[in-house]
Nanobody
């Protein structure tokens, strides 16, 4: 079992920045690829970004490429999502997820956090 706890969400104006964190206490953090997903009201959950177990590979959704950066610190059992140049359409609940492979499909992830709300005002 992997417990994931997100933090860092909040309200920000368009063009602003936020950094989300996802802590995963335990010795198995580095065994998992970590990803961020988001779900806006009335919409399906969508992939945002993923990072490999060692942090050497990352992949982003086209909608966030160039604005968001995923990173991880295995010594701190934490994955981050730095979000810059935020837009109102980035408003959603953001979830981190842990899985064995760094893929886009949410169904491949075994563990999920409770989510953190990000609201971008225009």
């Amino acid at each position: 079992q992997v417990l994931l706890v997100e933090s860092g969400g909040g309200l920000v104006q368009a063009g602003g920045s936020l950094r989300l964190s996802c802590a995963a206490p335990g010795r198995t953090f580095s065994s998992y690829a970590m990803a961020w997903f988001r779900q806006a009201p009335g919409k399906e959950r969508e992939f945002v970004a993923v990072i490999s177990r060692g942090g050497g590979s990352t992949y982003y959704a086209d909608s966030v490429k160039g604005r968001f950066t995923i990173s991880r610190d295995n010594a701190k059992n934490t994955v981050y999502l730095q979000m810059n140049s935020l837009k109102p359409e980035d408003t959603a609940i953001y979830y981190c997820a842990a899985g064995l492979k760094p893929v886009v499909a949410g169904t491949a992830y075994d563990y999920w956090g409770q989510g953190t709300q990000v609201t971008v005002s225009s």
